[in-house]
């Protein structure tokens, strides 16, 4: 048997990647030493890989599928599909975004105003279409990290650095004059493994599943009792991905109901609910919502 090649990636995303997986079926086990972790099903084989690296060589065909950010699949002018986004605002899956900052004593104020100077960045495939596609000439240089600094001690005119929040390009004495682009976390496949029936359904399967496990973690499931008279007033103040699910209670003018919402809302919806009669309400986790 030829199993799927799947690339985990290594670095600030894996064990959040890891903790997806379990969440959406698989276990995944490794030493510290290890680039090669076990996971409890034989039609896969794990790789650990840089995010840096991993849209490489998804498309040489040395993994047929892997876990990485569109920032370095674009970066690296990757030759894959992607199969689907992987976004969850409350993890490491939370949406990035790559910005272009400037001393915050700076007089720049739009990228044009850098027009000679020094931007330094990890992304530098990027940044220099960016500029070359604004007409604007600059000298894009590589940095191996630690780059707020280096625009900080004077070593760059500009930077272009990745960031949530822009709290810590703040705090390292910095502003945004620009935003570039947004990035999030990607499966991706080599597009010759998708060509393979079999692959092509491991690569789906694995999809789906953590698809619906990240949907999983923004949901709750919620039921409760209440009379069949009160009934409609409580359906007017639950939300839910389609109708409720709503039973008679036997041999009594009760029924139960029973639905997924989103977990924001219910600090929100259970005194709404309690003012309309409902009683017996309970909250539950989700694993997977499909």
Not at 16 to 32: A, F, V, Y
Not at 137 to 152: I, M, P
């Given at each position: 048997?030829?199993?799927?090649?799947?690339?985990?990636?290594k670095?600030s995303?894996?064990?959040t990647?890891?903790?997806?997986?379990?969440?959406s079926g698989?276990?995944i086990?490794n030493?510290?030493?290890s680039?090669f972790?076990s996971?409890d099903?034989e039609?896969?084989?794990?790789s650990?890989?840089?995010?840096?690296?991993?849209?490489?060589y998804?498309e040489l065909?040395?993994l047929?599928?892997?876990i990485?950010?569109?920032?370095?699949?674009?970066?690296?002018?990757?030759?894959v599909?992607?199969?689907?986004?992987?976004?969850?605002?409350?993890?490491?899956?939370?949406?990035t975004?790559w910005?272009?900052?400037?001393?915050?004593?700076?007089?720049?104020?739009?990228p044009?105003?850098l027009?000679g100077?020094?931007?330094?960045t990890e992304l530098?495939r990027f940044?220099?279409s960016y500029?070359?596609?604004?007409?604007?000439k600059?000298?894009?240089?590589?940095?191996?990290?630690?780059?707020e600094?280096?625009?900080?001690s004077?070593l760059?005119?500009?930077?272009v650095?990745?960031?949530?929040?822009?709290s810590?390009?703040?705090?390292?004495?910095?502003k945004?004059?620009?935003?570039l682009m947004?990035s999030?976390p990607?499966?991706?496949a080599n597009?010759?493994a998708?060509?393979?029936?079999?692959?092509?359904?491991?690569i789906?399967q694995?999809?789906?599943?953590?698809?619906?496990?990240?949907?999983?973690?923004?949901?709750?499931?919620?039921?409760?009792?209440?009379?069949?008279?009160?009934?409609?007033?409580v359906i007017?103040?639950?939300p839910s991905?389609?109708?409720p699910?709503v039973?008679n209670?036997?041999g009594?003018?009760w029924v139960?109901?029973?639905?997924?919402?989103?977990?924001v809302?219910?600090?929100d919806l259970?005194?709404?609910?309690?003012?309309?009669?409902a009683?017996?309400?309970?909250?539950?986790?989700l694993?997977k919502v499909i």
């Amino acid at each position: 048997m030829n199993p799927l090649k799947f690339g985990i990636p290594k670095g600030s995303l894996e064990q959040t990647t890891q903790e997806l997986l379990k969440k959406s079926g698989w276990r995944i086990s490794n030493s510290s030493r290890s680039y090669f972790p076990s996971i409890d099903d034989e039609e896969i084989t794990c790789s650990l890989m840089r995010p840096q690296e991993m849209s490489r060589y998804v498309e040489l065909g040395v993994l047929d599928c892997g876990i990485t950010g569109k920032d370095w699949t674009l970066e690296n002018g990757s030759d894959v599909d992607v199969i689907c986004d992987l976004v969850y605002s409350k993890a490491s899956f939370r949406p990035t975004r790559w910005v272009l900052a400037v001393p915050a004593d700076s007089k720049v104020k739009k990228p044009r105003e850098l027009e000679g100077k020094r931007v330094v960045t990890e992304l530098v495939r990027f940044t220099r279409s960016y500029f070359t596609e604004k007409n604007i000439k600059v000298s894009v240089e590589f940095s191996w990290g630690a780059t707020e600094a280096k625009v900080a001690s004077g070593l760059c005119d500009a930077i272009v650095e990745v960031t949530e929040t822009g709290s810590t390009l703040r705090a390292n004495g910095l502003k945004i004059i620009q935003d570039l682009m947004q990035s999030n976390p990607q499966l991706i496949a080599n597009r010759e493994a998708l060509r393979d029936k079999r692959k092509r359904a491991k690569i789906d399967q694995i999809a789906l599943m953590m698809q619906g496990a990240l949907r999983a973690q923004a949901q709750v499931g919620i039921k409760f009792n209440v009379k069949q008279s009160g009934l409609n007033k409580v359906i007017k103040n639950l939300p839910s991905i389609t109708a409720p699910t709503v039973a008679n209670l036997y041999g009594t003018d009760w029924v139960a109901v029973e639905s997924v919402v989103p977990e924001v809302v219910v600090r929100d919806l259970i005194p709404k609910l309690v003012a309309a009669g409902a009683q017996g309400i309970i909250e539950y986790p989700l694993n997977k919502v499909i």
